[in-house]
């Protein structure tokens, strides 16, 4: 497993700490593997998952630090989602 994916769960379990969350996202970080978070936090994983958000490292690393929002960056094409859109924004809010 990657840095980056492991540096991912750290920072998304940090991020959705008590957070209200009750379907399950896959982020799948291009070139170094993925993530799936849900109720229970997250984990490595490239289990199914309800709705699935493409990007490269760069990228995802610059939705979890705050420095690009998630939905701006699927605006511009540099993230992709795949399912469920409504779950995809909701997970947006909580990242943001």
Do not use: C, Y
């Not at 109720?39 to 979890?64: H, K, M, N, P, Y």
């Amino acid at each position: 497993m990657s840095d980056i994916v492991n540096q991912a769960v750290i920072a998304l379990n940090e991020k959705m700490n008590g957070a209200d969350f009750d379907g399950t996202a896959k982020f799948d970080i291009e070139g170094e593997g993925a993530v799936i978070f849900d109720g229970s936090g997250a984990r490595a994983s490239d289990d199914e998952a309800d709705v699935t958000l493409s990007a490269d490292a760069d990228t995802f690393q610059e939705i979890l630090s705050g420095e690009t929002n998630p939905t701006s960056a699927f605006m511009t094409g540099k993230l992709k989602v795949d399912g469920d859109m409504g779950m995809a924004m909701k997970l947006a809010s909580v990242l943001s």
